[in-house]
């Protein structure tokens, strides 16, 4: 089955402390993306790879890392998360980045006290 | 750069009512257009899309027509059922641009 898989889905901790959340998609997409949604303020892009070792930022980078060293891999990283950073995150894969339909995974809520 | 302008929400309907919901958009070139869904506690799903003025994507009873003169792409039901209850976005993507660019949503209550 196509899919985004994200993990974890639910995730709460304290300031400071380094975290991951790990984004996989099986349909050898070369283009993938993070989003965070927020009430009021709809989605909004945090980074996205065009392909392998490509990666650049979308509008709200601030404390946020990424990397891809795997086509399949996409992981967001926050190195000194903060409770601003408190939202709910969405992982998104296209076949490329231009005029095609993005594939969604199911989410990742976290919460920094 | 592109953006994409959708009606500020709650809809709330009775089930069976007719449901629009608008969406203008600015780009330069030739995007494609989009409607995803994202029903509680999940992620986005597309729900139908169309790529070149004038087609008219459809799914599941929603359509929505492509309309490059009016740069508009208004999602509508004849007939909306409970299960439709919802948040929508509409988005685009391409248009001289790489970067996918989505609405705020608009969410849809639907009452029996």
Redesign the interface.
């Known amino acids: 089955e196509a899919q985004?898989t994200q993990n974890p889905r639910y995730l709460i901790t304290v300031t400071g402390k380094k975290l991951t959340v790990t984004c996989s998609q099986n349909m050898n997409h070369e283009?993938m993306?993070w989003y965070r949604q927020d009430p009021?303020?709809?989605?909004r892009?945090i980074y996205?790879s065009?392909n392998v070792e490509v990666t650049d930022k979308?509008d709200v980078p601030e404390g946020y890392k990424v990397s891809r060293k795997e086509k399949r891999n996409f992981p967001l990283i926050l190195e000194s998360p903060s409770p601003n950073q408190t939202s709910l995150y969405?992982c998104?894969s296209?076949l490329s980045?231009?005029?095609?339909?993005?594939?969604?995974?199911?989410?990742t809520r976290l919460s920094i006290l | 750069g592109n953006s994409v302008t959708q009606m500020e929400g709650p809809v709330t309907l009775s089930e069976e009512a007719f449901l629009t919901i608008n969406c203008t958009y600015t780009a330069t070139g030739y995007p494609s257009l989009f409607w995803y869904v994202q029903y509680p506690g999940e992620g986005l799903q597309l729900l139908l899309k169309a790529t070149k003025a004038d087609d008219k994507g459809s799914n599941k009873g929603f359509e929505a027509t492509y309309r490059k003169e009016t740069t508009s792409f208004h999602l509508e039901k004849g007939s909306v059922q409970v299960s439709d209850s919802a948040v929508y976005f509409c988005a685009l993507s391409g248009g001289g641009s790489y970067i996918p660019t989505f609405g705020r949503g608009t969410s849809l209550i639907v009452h029996p």
Not at chain 1, 40 to 43: A, P, Q, S, T, V
Not at chain 1, 97 to 107: I, K, T
């Open positions: 985004v283009y993306s009021g303020l709809g989605l892009q996205y065009m979308g969405f998104a296209s980045g231009r005029n095609q339909p993005q594939h969604f995974g199911d989410g």
